[in-house]
C-alpha cells in the first residue's frame, strides 16, 4: 500500500499539471485561470467543512431555481457585478460613447414597430404618461438618420408585459428621421426589483443590500455601418441611481 | 435623465462597499474574498459575452444534476481539488500522522460490528478475496487498543453497495484488540470511475482528464481520547495512483 502526499501549497500545481492534456487553448487557459484564482480563494478564506458544503448548498440551490423562465445565476452574476464586468471588458467605448450596458431578461425580439410620436403603452393603468426626445449621434458628432431604437421598460407595477403573459407591451422599435431625432411616448419609469425570492435573494438580504433597480428605459440602437449599442436611460434624481442592485447605471 | 461610470477597474471595489452593511462579519470576509477572485478571474480571462453565457449554462446544467442521489457540485469540488484543499486546511496533521482525505459520498451510517478476522464481503461475486492486517498507533507510535475502524470499499465492479440497493455490503467495523491489531478479510480493491455522464464528466473529457479512482479502502477510524481520522488505504502499485481523479491519495 502507499500514500502520497499533497498540501495547501502543491495541491493547486497538481490539478494544473492534470489539464495539461486539454486540446482547446482558450478553454485550458480558462480552466487554468479559474483553478488558480478557486485555490486562492479557498486558502485565503479557510472554510470549515461546514461552511464548504454552504457552499455546495447554495450552488445546488440556485441551480434549481433555474427554469425556462428563471435564470438564478445570471442574476447570481448580475447582483456581484460580473456581468457588467464582462459587459464593460466587450464593449469599451472610450472617449465620450455613450456607456452600453447588458441585454438583461426582458428584451424581446419582433416588438412592434412605430412611427415617430407613437406611445408604446397601450394600457391606461401602465403609468404616468411621459414623453421621451433625442438624437443619435456617432462619435465624431454627426446625427445618425435611419437608425433603430428598440425600446422597452416595466410599467408603473414593476413588472415587464413577459413577466405578466404573451402580449407586448411597453416596448417598440422607432427610426430617427434625417436629422437622427426620434421621439416618442411611454409611461415614466419607476424603480422594481430584481426576483429576490430565491437564493440571490437570500444573499441580498444577507449582505444587506435592496434588490431594487433605478427608473430606468432600456435601448437597444442599431444602424448601419455601426456598432450596436444597448443602454439604459435613467430618470434623473430617480431612487437607488446609487446603488443598482446590478450595477447597470 | 443621469449616467454614471463603473470601469473594469473600480467594478469590485463598488461591488465591496455595497455589501459593507454584511451583519455578519465571517460572511462579510468570505463574499469579500469571493468577489475579488470572482472580479480578478474574469478581468484575466476576459471572457467574451458567449463564453459568459456558456459559463452560465454549465453552472446551470450542474445543478440540475444535482438530486437527492446525486451531488454534482461536491464532484465538481473533488475533481478541482477543492475538496481536498479544505480537507488540507481542516486537517493540517503534521509530523508522522496519516494523511486524512474527505469522507465522499459512499460513507453509510450503523455498518455492522464484526468480530476480528470477520469478512465484510458477503457475495461470492463481489472480487478476489483479500486479506488486510494492521495496527492502529498514536502519534508516538503507542498502539491504541479498542480503536473502531469504519471500512468501506467498492466491489469488483467499481459500484459501491449504496449505488445498487439499500442492502449493506463491502462495509463494517472492527475494533483493535488490546495492542492496537486489527485484521479483517474484504475483496481485493480495484479501480472504478466516479459518476462522469454529466457535466462535470463533460469537463474532465474537454479538459485531457479520466474519471478514475485508484483501488482503495476507506477507513474512518475512532478511539476514546482521539480525533478521529478519515483516510484511505491504497493498493501498492495500483493503477492510477498518480493521476486520482479527486486527488483524494
Known amino acids: 500500500m502507499a500514500i502520497r502526499r499533497f498540501s495547501e501549497k502543491n495541491l493547486a500545481r497538481e490539478v494544473l499539471h492534470r489539464i495539461r ?9 480558462v480552466m487554468a485561470s479559474f483553478i488558480r484564482h478557486m485555490h486562492d480563494f479557498v486558502r485565503e478564506v479557510k472554510p470549515t467543512e ?12 440556485t441551480g434549481h431555481w433555474c427554469s425556462g423562465e428563471r435564470q438564478e445565476f ?3 452574476s448580475d447582483t456581484l457585478g460580473v456581468s457588467m464586468l464582462v459587459d464593460a ?6 472617449g465620450g460613447a455613450t456607456e452600453s450596458t447588458v441585454l438583461g431578461p426582458f ?3 419582433k416588438a412592434p414597430l412605430y412611427p415617430l410620436g407613437a406611445s408604446i403603452s397601450k394600457h391606461r393603468g401602465d403609468g404616468v404618461p411621459c414623453r421621451v426626445t433625442g438624437t443619435v449621434r456617432d462619435r465624431s458628432g454627426r446625427p445618425v438618420a435611419g437608425a433603430e431604437l428598440d425600446v422597452w421598460q416595466a410599467g408603473a407595477d414593476g413588472f415587464y408585459d413577459s413577466q405578466k403573459g404573451k402580449a407586448m407591451n411597453l416596448r417598440g422599435i422607432f427610426r430617427t428621421d434625417a436629422n437622427g431625432l426620434f421621439h416618442f411616448r411611454c409611461v415614466r419609469p419607476e424603480f422594481y426589483p430584481v426576483p429576490h425570492d430565491g437564493p440571490v435573494g437570500r444573499m441580498l438580504t444577507a449582505t444587506g443590500r435592496h434588490p431594487m433597480r433605478p427608473p430606468h428605459l432600456h435601448f437597444w440602437i442599431t444602424a448601419r455601418g455601426y456598432k450596436p449599442l444597448i443602454t439604459h436611460l435613467f430618470v434623473k434624481g430617480g431612487r437607488y441611481l446609487d446603488s ?6
Not at 21 to 29: A, V
Not at 244 to 249: N, S, Y
Request: charged share 30%.
Open 89 to 94: 471588458i466587450n464593449h469599451r467605448s472610450g
Open 50 to 61: 461546514e461552511e464548504w458544503f454552504r457552499g455546495i448548498r447554495f450552488l445546488t440551490d
Open 107 to 109: 428584451h424581446r425580439r
Open 244 to 249: 443598482d442592485a446590478v450595477f447597470g447605471v
Open 74 to 76: 445570471i442574476l447570481m
Open 21 to 29: 492534456g486539454t486540446r482547446n487553448p482558450r478553454l485550458k487557459q
